[in-house]
C-alpha cells in the first residue's frame, strides 16, 4: 500500500534529493521527537508534524468531501475553527474506511502524501488546510513520516506546496495561522503573563494577536517576521482578521495611504490624468476576452457564485487587476484622435487568492492600489508618461516614505507579459537581504488595442477608406506594499519609525518632571505649556498632539509613542519652563536637543526635515553598500549570502536567468560550503538599472555575462526577492 519509493522519486523530481531518515518505528508524536533527539542527519531547525483528516457533517447522498490538515505539532488544530475557516458544519475526525478508501492509508500513517494516493475521481472533493506557521519560517524544515513510521522526511514549506500543487485536480487549498487562532482565544491567558519573562525560544502562540502586549519585545535582527508582525500589530498600524490573508489597516497605517495618495493623485493630476471607478465584478467572458495575459494568473482569480444559498446564474470574477475591465471601453469611448490621449486612474482594491504565505501589506489576497491606464496616439507619448510615472513612484518612495529605491526596466522574463516593456521602482530590505518591487508602469504597446480593437482613424490619410491606427498604451500600478517597505527599512527594536511626511502625529509633546510633591498650580502651568505648544505647532501646519493623560508616568507615554513612531518628542518640565526651553527627542536616532520656546515653530519645522532627511540618507547608505559589482560567477552565491544584491554584466538571455536562479538557490549548491541558515531561494533579475555602472563600464563584444560567458549587454541587478 505504502509505496515509499515512488513517494522519494516524487520528491525528487520536485527538486528534493536529500534521503529519508531512518530510525526505529514511531508509534506517537512523543516517541518520534525522543527517537529523532541525537539521531543523526538531523537539520538544524526541525518541526514534528501532524496531519489529520476530517470529514463534515453531510447527506448521505454527496460524495465525501475530507479535509486534510497538514499542521505543526504544536498548533491547536480545533475542529471547530477549521470549520469555520472553510465554512464546513460539524468536521470529525474521518472513519477508518474514509481513510481506507479515499486515502489507501490506515491510522496512524496519515501524512500529506496520502494524497497523492486519492483515487481521481475523489481528489476534487478533498480540501487541504495547511498550517500558516509551517510556511512562514524558511529556515526551518517540516518533519514527516512518508508513509511509513520508521522514516522521516525534512522538507521546506516551499518543497511541501510544490508537492501539494503538483497534485493533479488538488485544488482546494487553504493557508491557515493557528497560532493566530489559538493567540486569539487566549488573549486572557497571555494578558497574565509577567512582561519582564521573555522566554528565549518564545511560543508561536504568543506573536500573532497580541491585543494586550505593548511594546516590541522580538528583535528586528533576531526573528524578523515576528518583530516584523509585532511592530504592525502593537504600534496599532494593522491588525489581523479572521480570513487567511487578509488584514485590517488601522487608522495610523491608512494615514500614511493618504499621504500617498494625496502626493501622487495631485501628481498625476498635473499629467492630466483623471480620476474614475470601474465596477469589481468580472464576467468569465470578460475576464478571459484576453486569455494570453490571464493565463497563468487564473488560479488567482477569486470568484462570487452565490447571491443567499441561490447560484448566480452565471458566476463573477472579483477584479485581480482592470485591463480586460476597462478597455472595452477605451475601444467604445475612442473614436478619433482628438480622443487621445485617455488618461485615467482608478483608486481601488483588488483581490488575487494567492496561496504563498501572505504577509502582511507586502502580500495580501486584497489589497489597495491605484491603477492608472492610459491611451496615446504615439508610442513617445507613452514612452514619456511611462517614465514621468516611474518618477513619482521613486518619489513618493523617497521623498515620502525616506526609502531609496533604484530604478530599471525589467527583464523579458520578469516583466508584464501582456505588455512590451516594464519599469520598476526596485526597494531593498536590509535584514533580510532580499530586494522587493515597488511599483511598476508598463507601456502596453499595441497590443491591448489589438484585442480590444481600441482604434482611431489616420488624421493624416486623405482617402475615403481611412486606415485604422491601435492606440498605444500605457499601465501603472502602487499598492500598499509601499507601507510594508517602509517599517521593514526604518523599524527599530522600539517598534514603528516613521518618516515626519507620512506620520499621523509628527510631535509628541509631553509634560514631566512632576512629581507627587509637585504642587497643582506647578502641573496647570505645565499643562498649559504642552497645551500651548501643541496650538502653535498646528497654526504652523505641524501635526502635533499632548498626551496630558494623568494615569500613566512619561516613561510609559515614551515607550507609547515610541511604539507608534512618532517622529518628534518635546519633553516639557518646571526646570525647561523656567529657561524659556523645552527638550527634543528624536525617533530616529534619539538625539536630544534644547529648544527655545519663543522659536520653537522654526526649530521643530527644521528638526522633522532634518528627520526626513537623515533616514532617507542612512537608508540610502545602506543601500549603496549592499548592492556589490560582481565580476566573476564564483563571487555571486556568496555575495548573496552576505545579505546583498548584486549588480553584474549580464547576456540579458532567459535560459541564463533561469540557470542563475537555479544555482544560486540552496539545493543547487551541492557541497559547496554553506551557511545554515542562507535562503534556499533563487535569484532573480530585479531589473536592468537605468544608471549604469561606469567603472568598469560594459565593453560591447568584450566583456562577458558571469554566469554564461556571452557577450554581456548591460548591467542588471540580481537578488533573492519578495
Ligand atoms: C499584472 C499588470 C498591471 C495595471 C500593473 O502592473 C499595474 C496596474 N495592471 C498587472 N497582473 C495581472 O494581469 C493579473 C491578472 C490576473 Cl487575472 C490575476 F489573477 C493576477 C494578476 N496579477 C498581475
Known sequence: MADVNALVSKLSSLGFNDPPVEHAAAENVQQWADILTGAAGLPPNYVLTKSLIFKPKQPKSESIAPVVVIAANESETSPKAIGAELKLK???????????????????????????????????????????????????????????????????????????????GLDKVTVMDFAAQSAASSTAAAAKKPAAAKPAAAPKVEEATGASLLGVTASKEGDFPKWYNQVLTRSEMLDYYDVSGCYIVRPLGYFVWQQIQEFFDAGIRSLGVRNCYFPMFVSSRVLEREKDHIEGFAPEVAWVTKAGSKDLEEPLAIRPTSETVMYPYFAKWIRSYRDLPLKINQWCSVVRWEFKNPQPFLRTREFLWQEGHCAHFTKDEAMTEVHDILALYRRVYEELLAVPVIEGVKSEKEKFAGGVATTTVEGFIPTTGRGIQGGTSHYLGQNFSKMFNVVVEDPESTEAERPKIHVHQTSWGLSTRTIGVMVMIHGDDKGLVLPPRVAETQVIIIPCGLTVKSSDEDRRRIADACLNAEARLKMAGVRAESDLRENYTPGFKYSHWEVRGVPLRLEIGPKDLDKQSVLSVRRDNADKASMALDSLEESVKMMLINIQDTMLAKARATLDSRVKLVLKWEDFVPTLNSKCLTLIPWCEREECEDQIKDRSSRDSLGDEPEDEKAPSMGAKSLCLPFKQPENPAIVPGETKCIQCGENAKRYALFGRSY
Do not use: C, M, W
Request: aromatic share 8%.
Open 90 to 168: 460539524d468536521l470529525r475526525f474521518a472513519s477508518d474506511e474514509v481513510l481506507k478508501d479515499i486515502f489507501q492509508t490506515a491510522k496512524g500513517s496519515v501524512s500529506p502524501f496520502a494524497l497523492a494516493q486519492v483515487p481521481q475521481e475523489h481528489v476534487g472533493n478533498v480540501r487541504v488546510v495547511i498550517d500558516k506557521s509551517l510556511l512562514d519560517n524558511a529556515d526551518t524544515l517540516i518533519a514527516f513520516h512518508p508513509l511509513v513510521n520508521t522514516r522521516t522526511v525534512f522538507i521546506t514549506g516551499e518543497t511541501l506546496q510544490s508537492y501539494i500543487r503538483s497534485i493533479d
